[in-house]
């Protein structure tokens, strides 16, 4: 199958990307592992930021410096003034898709606080910000035309002399490995936070996927030690208490009903202080009990449901017991302020990307934002070279090969319990590479991954059907977790310092003179990462000469 455009993921950063090339005329396609409203952005419950009320109390230009505020250094200053001047835009864009935002009697929509925001910015729809604006998304895609490849699982990019052809997809129905050539390819699978499984408010298919791809097509990521940890998940299985509880009102206490922190600081200054006090001997809850209980059925009705059927409370009357959880990825893919990355064709949004937005640590409400902007901006680019473009050949040896692959991981024999291996990974991660790192947990952590690839070609299916086989999925999303646990945590080892979400024991100040760079990782071969902190500046300059000559 030919198609203009692929776009691999259905969250908001991919849907959008696809509407937008879609505009253009071009053929285009997007490429989801499982169910379209699995994705990150689906679950994405407290809101979207924008200032679209300018006052003395708030500006775009607030908006800007809380965001570089927030981030804690490594941020693209540019990247941030665009994304926030068109927030506004976005909303309205949004609203006339139809996506209902709370609004009062007059029709003005709602906002409420997130935290390091000095003004109610964020717009939202009870706490289900997300799956609405990708329901309607979804409906704005299939009217469109779009294709949605749905159980369509992304295995490689392929090249024709370097240079971008199509890409290499398992049909889950089947286990066929099949190809699909694209001229343009947009990159917006989401992040690696799952690879925390166990402690990760992420589904265990968030596994870096995307990531691992790009770093096997010799792609660059960058930041990859920055992973945000919620700071409100439920104790016994990490699933997310949105920030609009606490925008809500909702006070975080110890057993004896102590306030012991700011609730509506940043998040990475938030999850290291809960962390420190459970490590103390605390216990930590989110209390709601003082809320009318109208508020929380109007305003917080998902959270409602997930504290009584994830840990039988009522929130109305009982304390909800907390901890920080593997959450978000900062970095990923290494682009250019236009989506562009280090192959020719090839471009990334949405939490899979590193755009410098986010600098070290993130602000609630900005990952919506970041998604829909540069998603737009992807879905642009992308199917103005398309259509400049012609196809490219794909190597057929490379389809045989991906599916001798999959043979053997189907028809081998079986040695070890994948389940329990990502299980121990995640594990593992939380305790040694998780909200507290030093040099000794970072090195624990690394020691054990490499004890897992090793191990990795014992994994083979029991289950040898190959329809619908969801023990193969299982497999190769476990392949590129390791892929991405050692690029974080030796990007972790490097960075000698403590900025943002990356919090250093061994190392407890910020480090300018040294690490005022983002990090970047490439793979040189199988096994053999390099990590190195550089000015991208002249490389950067270079193609932006090479766009306005040729483009």
Same mark, same amino acid.
């Given at each position: 199958?030919?198609?203009?455009?692929?776009?691999?993921?259905?969250?908001?950063?991919?849907?959008?990307?696809?509407?937008?090339?879609?505009?253009?005329?071009?053929?285009?396609?997007?490429?989801?592992?499982?169910?379209?409203?699995?994705?990150?952005?689906?679950?994405?419950?407290?809101?979207?930021?924008?200032?679209?009320?300018?006052?003395?109390?708030?500006?775009?230009?607030?908006?800007?410096?809380?965001?570089?505020?927030?981030?804690?250094?490594?941020?693209?200053?540019?990247?941030?003034?665009?994304?926030?001047?068109?927030?506004?835009? =976005?909303?309205?864009?949004?609203? %006339?898709?139809?996506?209902? &935002?709370?609004?009062?009697?007059?029709?003005?929509?709602?906002?409420?606080?997130?935290?390091?925001?000095?003004?109610?910015?964020?717009?939202?729809?009870?706490?289900?910000?997300?799956?609405?604006?990708?329901?309607?998304?979804?409906? %704005?895609?299939?009217?469109?035309?779009?294709?949605?490849?749905?159980?369509?699982?992304?295995?490689?990019?392929?090249?024709?002399?370097?240079?971008?052809? /199509?890409?290499?997809?398992?049909?889950?129905?089947?286990?066929?490995?099949?190809?699909?050539?694209?001229?343009?390819?947009?990159?917006?699978? /989401? /992040?690696?936070?799952?690879?925390?499984?166990?402690?990760?408010?992420?589904?265990?298919?968030?596994?870096?996927?995307?990531?691992?791809?790009?770093?096997?097509?010799?792609?660059?990521?960058?930041?990859?030690?920055?992973?945000? &940890?919620?700071?409100?998940?439920?104790?016994?299985?990490?699933?997310?208490?949105?920030?609009?509880?606490?925008?809500?009102?909702?006070?975080?206490?110890?057993?004896?009903?102590?306030?012991?922190?700011?609730?509506?600081?940043?998040?990475?200054?938030?999850? =290291?202080?809960?962390?420190?006090?459970?490590?103390?001997?605390?216990?930590?809850?989110?209390? &709601?009990?003082?809320?009318?209980?109208?508020?929380?059925?109007?305003?917080?009705?998902?959270?409602?449901?997930?504290?009584?059927? /994830?840990?039988?409370?009522?929130?109305?009357?009982?304390?909800?017991?907390?901890?920080?959880?593997?959450?978000?990825?900062?970095?990923?893919?290494?682009?250019?302020?236009?989506?562009?990355?280090?192959?020719?064709?090839?471009?990334?949004?949405?939490?899979?990307?590193?755009?410098?937005?986010?600098?070290?640590?993130?602000?609630?409400?900005?990952?919506?934002?970041?998604?829909?902007?540069?998603?737009?901006?992807?879905?642009? %680019?992308?199917?103005?070279?398309? =259509?400049?473009?012609?196809?490219?050949? =794909?190597?057929?040896?490379?389809?045989?090969?991906?599916?001798?692959?999959?043979?053997?991981?189907?028809?081998?024999?079986?040695?070890?319990?994948?389940?329990?291996?990502?299980?121990?990974?995640?594990?593992?991660?939380?305790?040694?590479?998780?909200?507290?790192?030093?040099?000794?947990?970072?090195?624990?952590?690394?020691?054990?991954?490499?004890?897992?690839?090793?191990?990795?070609?014992?994994?083979?299916?029991?289950?040898?059907?190959?329809?619908?086989?969801?023990?193969?999925?299982?497999?190769?999303?476990?392949?590129?977790?390791?892929?991405?646990?050692?690029?974080?945590?030796?990007?972790?080892?490097?960075? %000698?310092?403590?900025?943002?979400?990356?919090?250093?024991?061994?190392?407890?100040?910020?480090?300018?003179?040294?690490?005022?760079?983002?990090?970047?990782?490439?793979?040189?071969?199988? &096994?053999?990462?390099?990590?190195?902190?550089?000015?991208?500046?002249?490389?950067?300059?270079?193609?932006?000469?090479?766009?306005?000559?040729?483009?």
């Amino acid at each position: 199958m030919l198609y203009d455009v692929i776009v691999v993921g259905s969250g908001i950063a991919g849907l959008f990307s696809a509407l937008y090339a879609k505009k253009s005329g071009v053929k285009v396609a997007v490429l989801t592992k499982s169910n379209p409203f699995r994705s990150n952005s689906a679950v994405a419950s407290g809101g979207i930021n924008a200032v679209i009320n300018i006052s003395e109390y708030d500006s775009i230009l607030n908006h800007i410096n809380d965001t570089i505020n927030g981030a804690d250094g490594l941020i693209n200053e540019k990247n941030i003034s665009d994304m926030c001047h068109d927030a506004p835009e =976005i909303i309205e864009e949004l609203k %006339e898709m139809g996506v209902g &935002f709370d609004s009062d009697e007059e029709g003005n929509v709602l906002q409420r606080p997130f935290g390091g925001s000095k003004a109610n910015r964020t717009c939202y729809i009870a706490d289900r910000t997300g799956s609405a604006i990708v329901q309607k998304l979804l409906l %704005e895609c299939r009217n469109s035309g779009v294709h949605i490849l749905s159980n369509h699982q992304f295995l490689n990019i392929t090249k024709f002399h370097n240079k971008l052809s /199509g890409v290499t997809v398992l049909r889950r129905r089947d286990s066929q490995v099949i190809a699909l050539a694209c001229k343009s390819l947009v990159l917006a699978g /989401g /992040g690696y936070a799952g690879i925390f499984r166990g402690h990760s408010t992420n589904s265990q298919e968030s596994s870096g996927d995307i990531i691992a791809a790009a770093l096997r097509a010799k792609m660059k990521l960058s930041n990859m030690e920055f992973v945000q &940890f919620h700071p409100t998940t439920l104790i016994n299985n990490g699933a997310l208490i949105s920030e609009a509880a606490r925008g809500e009102g909702a006070y975080i206490v110890d057993e004896t009903g102590r306030r012991f922190t700011d609730e509506l600081q940043t998040r990475d200054k938030l999850s =290291i202080e809960i962390a420190q006090h459970i490590i103390d001997g605390h216990k930590v809850y989110l209390d &709601f009990r003082h809320m009318p209980a109208e508020t929380i059925e109007k305003k917080l009705p998902s959270t409602q449901k997930i504290a009584l059927s /994830g840990a039988g409370i009522d929130i109305t009357t009982e304390l909800l017991q907390i901890t920080p959880s593997a959450h978000y990825s900062i970095g990923g893919i290494w682009t250019r302020g236009d989506t562009s990355t280090d192959i020719d064709g090839v471009y990334a949004c949405g939490e899979c990307a590193m755009t410098g937005v986010h600098g070290a640590n993130r602000l609630g409400g900005n990952s919506l934002l970041e998604g829909v902007y540069f998603g737009r901006l992807a879905g642009y %680019e992308a199917s103005k070279r398309a =259509i400049r473009r012609d196809f490219l050949p =794909i190597d057929y040896a490379i389809i045989d090969k991906e599916m001798r692959r999959i043979e053997l991981i189907i028809e081998g024999e079986n040695y070890f319990n994948v389940n329990a291996m990502r299980k121990s990974l995640g594990e593992s991660l939380f305790q040694n590479v998780g909200v507290f790192r030093t040099e000794e947990s970072l090195t624990n952590a690394f020691e054990y991954i490499g004890y897992l690839f090793k191990r990795q070609y014992g994994i083979h299916c029991v289950n040898k059907e190959k329809e619908n086989n969801v023990e193969l999925s299982s497999i190769l999303e476990f392949k590129n977790a390791l892929y991405i646990a050692e690029a974080m945590t030796l990007s972790a080892l490097k960075r %000698e310092e403590s900025r943002g979400v990356h919090h250093r024991k061994d190392f407890i100040k910020r480090d300018d003179k040294r690490f005022s760079s983002p990090s970047y990782v490439k793979l040189l071969d199988d &096994f053999l990462f390099e990590i190195t902190f550089e000015n991208q500046m002249v490389g950067d300059l270079w193609y932006r000469l090479k766009k306005y000559l040729f483009h």
